[in-house]
């Protein structure tokens, strides 16, 4: 007897307000509590782009320096700031350091009509 | 070659402010500090010193990205320091400073400097704790807690870590030109290394790496015990600073660690508890793994207690 295939409804998940993210400014986020954050969302030119926490150097390694801090100072890249990976923050593509040519794991992001940021429950 | 350690590390950095609050709440104390740079020192005077990645005034880098600009190194006396300038004189340049330390550059294009050491002799009491059978134990009635709100500072620069693209021919630098000894081995990695007037375990650890990693893995400070340094790591972790690897303690070399990310582009350690060796000590050897490298890895979780109120993970109410 055929059975029913199991349907799985991808929930989202609200991680914060878009408009809290400003031009050339990123901000990590934990959307599933596992209590660091795993995920970091960067605007640029308007933008709203998001990456895995996880440079492509040392699988999985955290990027940030400090709550938030992906990005060099005049926020024109985004940096791995545990040996200097640097990568563009539209493409994720490394273009200077231990992984050039590697590219960051995009996370698909929403953004509502009221400007919730939202990400698909994993 | 009586080199005592290091002295200072020179960074170039794209964020004068905030790689001084990073250091600042590292621990380490800002002298002479402005918006263009400045220097953070440790108890016994070893120091980073940051500058803007622009200013002319510092070295080049040994690669691009690499954010160190230079390595000063502390020597016992001015013999030793003439006796470092005439050996490299042999086949480099070594320039004289007005401050009057040398200057010069290793086989791996790091920039190094020596100068007679600026390490301050200090007293204070390292961690020791209440072992039952052991002949020294803490005064009756002092406490092992550091009492919140104690200030808790690095006391001396420690180690750095560099990446090189011929790590045999980097060893042979310092050890046939500079007199450092080989104190343990990681097969196919690279060797500590521990120069001839120290008893540290190393200064310099020196890994082989691909030409486009060429630059620097981490550095360290030596903390007064494990307990000075978890607290802390801990009170960095809450400021947001992001965690790397650790708290955990090594195997070769024995010391406790915790590394972080750092605006340096490279990790930034604390460590505490480091073994010391001198002449009679044979050079072990092993392959690099997770087990050869730590004896144990703590996981950092939130504070949390049990009883009432507290439901993370259950709790007695």
Known sequence: MATTPEVKIARLLRIGRADEIGEGQSRGFDPHESGEDTMFVVRQGGVLQAWRNACPHIDGAP???????????????IVCHAHGAEFLPDSGICVQGPCVGKKLTAVPIIVDRRGELLVKEE | MKIVGLDSLIFGVDDVPGAARFLIDYGLTPVDVSDAGGRFEAIDGTSVVIAREDNPRLPVPPAPGCRLRKTMMGVADGA???????????????????????????????VIGFRTTVRRPFALPGEISN?????????VNSLGVPPPGTVIRPRSLSHVVYFVPDVLKAEAFYVNRLGFRCTDRFTSTGPFLQPAGSLDHHTHF????????????????????????????????????????????????????????????????????????????????????????QTFLLKMRKKWAPGPGIHENGDYA
């Not at chain 2, 300038?85 to 290793?106: F, K, N, Q, Y």
């Not at chain 2, 072992?131 to 005064?139: D, E, K, T």
């Not at chain 2, 015990?225 to 690897?245: C, D, H, L």
């Open chain 2, 80 to 110: 030793t320091l003439q006796a470092i300038a005439a050996e490299l004189r042999r086949d480099r340049e070594v320039r004289v400073l007005p401050d009057g330390s040398i200057e010069s550059i290793d086989d791996s294009n790091f």
């Open chain 2, 131 to 139: 072992a039952p059978g052991s002949v020294i134990f803490r005064p």
């Open chain 1, 63 to 77: 990027m940030a320096w400090r709550k938030d801090a992906y990005l060099n100072a005049d926020g024109s890249r």
């Open chain 2, 206 to 293: 020196l890994i082989g790496a691909p030409p486009h990693m060429h630059g620097v893995e981490h550095f360290t400070f030596h903390f007064g015990g494990p307990s000075e340094m978890i607290t802390n790591g801990y009170r960095f972790v809450e400021k947001g600073y992001q965690a790397f690897w650790g708290p955990g303690r090594h195997i070769l070399g024995s010391n406790w660690f915790w590394y972080f990310n750092s605006p340096f582009a490279c990790h930034i350690e604390m460590d505490a508890d480091m073994d010391l060796h001198d002449a009679s000590w044979a050079p072990r050897e092993a392959a690099l793994s997770a087990d050869a490298s």
